[in-house]
Nanobody, 126 residues
Framework: VQLQASGGGLVQAGGSLRLSCAAS????????MGWFRQAPGKEREFVAA????????YYVDSVKGRFTISRDNAKNTAYLQMNSLKPEDTAVYYC????????????????????WGQGTLVTVSS
């Protein structure tokens, strides 16, 4: 599956953004989806994942209660709704897909994912 992330931009602290990850190919509905981010000078970090069933989600502690991952299999698109943004959320955000696996699996390690999007920059000003 090929992935195209979009929706990044500049926002003030406390604001919101919604990232989208459009997928091409016939395997989206059978792929768990994830979002990762990489801040300048830091390693890539897992943010959130959703099972290919859509019935299970998993978040890193730092975004719980602020970010929501979702998917629309009819549109071959995954989303990351980000609310109450903080300057420390500033990073390039990447979406990723893992084909197959368990119906409710929510992978969280980068090595578990097969495909990656190109990244979209989110900048949160204080």
């Amino acid at each position: 599956v090929q992935l195209q992330a979009s929706g990044g931009g500049l926002v003030q602290a406390g604001g919101s953004l919604r990232l989208s990850c459009a997928a091409s190919g016939r395997t989206f509905s059978n792929s768990a989806m994830g979002w990762f981010r990489q801040a300048p000078g830091k390693e890539r970090e897992f943010v959130a994942a959703i099972s290919w069933s859509g019935g299970r989600t998993y978040y890193v502690d730092s975004v719980k209660g602020r970010f929501t991952i979702s998917r629309d299999n009819a549109k071959n698109t995954a989303y990351l709704q980000m609310n109450s943004l903080k300057p420390e959320d500033t990073a390039v955000y990447y979406c990723a897909a893992r084909y197959g696996g368990g119906y409710h699996d929510t992978p969280s390690r980068g090595a578990e994912f097969d495909s990656w999007g190109q990244g979209t920059l989110v900048t949160v000003s204080s």
